[in-house]
C-alpha cells in the first residue's frame, strides 16, 4: 500500500463562531494538482474540488456546496483564479484556459457556478447528462469512456451513474489518481438506482485492473477512523474523521460484495463506507 496523503484536512469546529479555518483549503498534491476542501463551518457537506493543470489548459471539478448568506458566497473563483495566475506566471503561459465541470449537478457541487459565467478564458460545463454528453464527446453513454486533453495531460472520463445519471469519474494518468466524487468515498455512498450504480462499481473495478490506480478521491468524508462508524449527516465537527483517500482493495472489496448481492441489496456498513440505496434527502448530495 503506497503512502497516504500528507495533509491534516480541515474538518470543522466544536463551535464554528470561533473557528479559523479558511473558506477553502488548498492542498497542492504536485506542482499541477491541487486538492481544495470547504470549510465544515461554511457547509457541513464540506466538499473536496480538484484543480488539474495541463499546458493549454486546467479543469476544476466542482465548484462547492456554497456558503451560509450571513457569510457571503463561498470564494472559489478568487480562490481558483489566485491558483491560475501562479501557476500560469511559474509556466508563462498566460492564456491558459480553464474548463469548470462537475463530478455530477448535485448542489453541493455546483454552487459556485455562477461565478464563472464572465470570467474571460473560461468556459463553464453546465451540469445534466446532455451537455457533458456534448462537451466531452461520450458517444455511448455509460459503456464508453472519453478523453478530455488539458495539453499533454490526456485525462479519462468514466461515465458512473447510480448516484445521479450524469455522474462521472476521471482518471489522470499523470498521478494515477481517480477522482470518484460521490459515486465512491469514505462515507454514505447515496443510490437511487441500483442496477446503474452496481454496474458503475463494476466499470471502475475493470477499469482499475488494466490501469495503474494510485488512489480514489472521492468529494466527502463522512467515516470516521474506527471502521463501520460514520458521522451523523449533517455535523460540523470532524476531529477524528477517515483518510480522504480510498485503495483500488477497497474498490475490489465493494465490487465483490455487489457479485454476491446482484442488484437486490440494502442498507449495507462496509469498514470505510456505507450503501445507502434510495436514502433520504438530509445526506449528502441527496
Known amino acids: 500500500m503506497e503512502d497516504l496523503l500528507d495533509v491534516k484536512w480541515i474538518h470543522g469546529a466544536p463551535d464554528c463562531a470561533l473557528s479559523s479555518d479558511p473558506p477553502l483549503q488548498v492542498h497542492a498534491f504536485d506542482k499541477d494538482t491541487y486538492i481544495l476542501r470547504q470549510s465544515k463551518c461554511l457547509h457541513f457537506e464540506a466538499p473536496f474540488l480538484y484543480l488539474l493543470f495541463g499546458t493549454e489548459r486546467a479543469l476544476l471539478l466542482d465548484t462547492g456546496a456554497g456558503a451560509p448568506a450571513d457569510r457571503g458566497p463561498l470564494p472559489v473563483r478568487s480562490v481558483v483564479q489566485g491558483i491560475v495566475e501562479q501557476w500560469q506566471a511559474i509556466h508563462e503561459r498566460p492564456g491558459l484556459e480553464l474548463v469548470v465541470a462537475h463530478s455530477h449537478g448535485h448542489d453541493d457541487h455546483i454552487a459556485g457556478d455562477d461565478q464563472f459565467l464572465d470570467q474571460p478564458h473560461t468556459t463553464l460545463v453546465h451540469p445534466g447528462l446532455a451537455a457533458i454528453e456534448k462537451f466531452f464527446g461520450f458517444e455511448n453513454w455509460p459503456e464508453e469512456t472519453a478523453s478530455f486533453d488539458l495539453g499533454e495531460r490526456n485525462l479519462v472520463l468514466i461515465p458512473t451513474p447510480g448516484h445521479r445519471e450524469d455522474h462521472i469519474a476521471v482518471y489522470d494518468p499523470k498521478t494515477r ?16 438506482d441500483r442496477p446503474a450504480f452496481r454496474q458503475s462499481i463494476a466499470r471502475l473495478a475493470r477499469f482499475t485492473a488494466s490501469h495503474p490506480v494510485r488512489y480514489f478521491l472521492g468529494s466527502h468524508v463522512e467515516m470516521t477512523s474506527t471502521k463501520k462508524l460514520a458521522y451523523r449527516s449533517g455535523t460540523t465537527y470532524q476531529p477524528v474523521e477517515h483518510v480522504l483517500e480510498l485503495m483500488p482493495e477497497h474498490l475490489e472489496h465493494l465490487n465483490a460484495a455487489f457479485e454476491a448481492m446482484g442488484d437486490d441489496f440494502s442498507r449495507t456498513v462496509f469498514d470505510d463506507f456505507i450503501l445507502e440505496p434510495k436514502a433520504a434527502a438530509a445526506g449528502s448530495g441527496a
Open 177 to 192: 489518481l481517480v477522482l470518484s466524487g460521490d459515486t465512491f468515498y469514505p462515507g454514505f455512498l447515496y443510490i437511487t
